[in-house]
């Protein structure tokens, strides 16, 4: 009997056997298949995360390249250009300049295989003036002592002030007086007040403003009431608000008399008439006016080919931005803001000039007028291309 059950229970040990070594079979397949597939995993997360590393590296070249552009601009200018930039191994940007192009630069930033596109806009800086009196071309007659209260830019080349010409000092100014010329004025030319206040020779040379005054041909009365003149006018003893039209003919002459402007000035003109005085602005007695309206910003006269004329010993007084092509003998004047004189030269004899800009005021003139590019470089970007 016993050898009977012993000998009964030998297959059941043998099935339980077979089912354990199956099991081991299975769970070391299962095993080795999760680790196969954990490798392949890794090694996916690796290749994804290094090709990352790969687009985020060619979008810092891509980045790299358009400073590159930019500091190519601010050497020679926004000419076409392509130059392949190397940054570091297997690191480079391929970079465009195209002159009139918007983006004008791209740079496609390569990186061990990788490549990203980014465009910008990149030029100069346009923002106003940063002086009471400008003078961008011709040598000025200071046959009296002009006085500013701010900083002064004479932009001609040669012969910013005719010596000759001028009571001396020349130039009264509390603050700095920028010369595009070589050092080369004579001594007591210019008294300066103020602590810091220098002549800088060798300055930043700007172009004169471009202006726009077609669009105040057709203006309407909206917002802002305008007043429309054509041919030789007087305004005398009137005050008139808003913006006064005045378009003068090659000989015309505009006369302010005992008047008033609460806003801005405008003599439009669509032809360059020769620089002999032709249109005339002429300020008598105790005429003001005070610049800007809603939509002029705190533009006081836009005549760029007209000469202000201010004869007489009354105080005349002009409150904002006036740009005109030039002064002539203006007698107790004053310009509290900034004066811009485009072309010609200014004169004065006999009764004095004063100019103030205090620190606080800024120009705003936000049509009719764009400032001239200065120094300095911006990029604007314009992402992904």
Known sequence: MRADRLGARAPATTDRAGIVLLTVLFLSTTFVALSLSLLATAESAVRALSSGRDLDRAERAAQSGVEWAAAQIGVTGIVDTTMLVPLETDVEALVQITAGAQPNVLAEGRARGATVTLGATVGYVREPLDYAFASFADANKFKETVFVSGKVYLGDPTEPIDISAS???????????????????PSGTVDHHGMGSNTDYDATVYAAPVWDTTQF?????????????????????????????????????????????????????????????????????????????????????????????????????????????????????????QLLVRFDTIETKKEELTITRSWSWRPDVPLGLEWPAGPHLRIDWAGRQ
């Open 217 to 337: 041909e057709t203006m309407t009365s909206g917002m802002v009431t305008v007043h429309h003149y054509s041919g030789a006018t007087t305004i005398k003893d009137q005050t008139l608000d808003g913006i006064v039209v005045v378009a003068l003919g090659a000989s015309d002459k505009l006369k302010l008399e005992n008047a008033t402007i609460n806003g801005t000035l405008v003599v439009p003109t669509d032809y360059d008439v020769a620089r002999n005085g032709a249109q005339e602005i002429e300020l008598k007695k105790t005429s003001t006016i005070n610049g800007g309206t809603a939509l002029t910003g705190n533009l006081a006269i836009l005549a760029p080919h007209s000469e202000l004329h201010c004869p007489g010993k009354d105080d005349k007084v002009c409150n904002g931005v006036v740009y005109v092509e030039s002064v002539r003998n203006p007698h107790a004047v004053t310009i509290e803001g």
């Open 167 to 185: 009571d001396s000092p020349a130039l009264d100014i509390t603050g700095d007086l920028h010369l595009v010329m070589p050092p080369s004025l």
